[in-house]
Nanobody, 116 residues
């Protein structure tokens, strides 16, 4: 079973940037498709971005052009670079790992707050 640990969240002003990291252990990282999701207070968890084993990416419309997902298989880590942050990006951000035949795994989440 894979373990995921997110880091990099914090408080940032509107227009600022943050980079989230998700370190993966316990299995072969390159076997997994990875994703970032977020959940704001009172709202359902939503997809932010995904990256396949072949580095194909997909983004929610709300973050296209501002966020970039990437992975480093040598470091067993997936990243989410977030630029031009808006107050509506405030949420707990979760890392997700998917592999055929295995239940999806989640990290504990990291808080991102965009406020002046």
């Amino acid at each position: 079973q894979v373990q995921l640990v997110e880091s990099g969240g914090g408080l940032v002003q509107p227009g600022g940037s943050l980079r989230l990291s998700c370190a993966v252990s316990g299995s072969i990282f390159s076997f997994y498709a990875m994703g970032w999701y977020r959940q704001a207070p009172g709202k359902e968890r939503e997809l932010v971005a995904t990256i396949t084993r072949a580095d194909s990416t997909n983004y929610a419309d709300s973050v296209k052009g501002r966020f970039t997902i990437s992975r480093d298989n040598a470091k067993n880590t997936v990243y989410l670079q977030m630029n031009s942050l808006k107050p509506e990006d405030t949420a707990v951000y979760y890392c997700n790992a998917k592999r055929v035949g295995v239940s999806p795994q989640w990290g504990q989440g990291t808080q991102v707050t965009v406020s002046s």
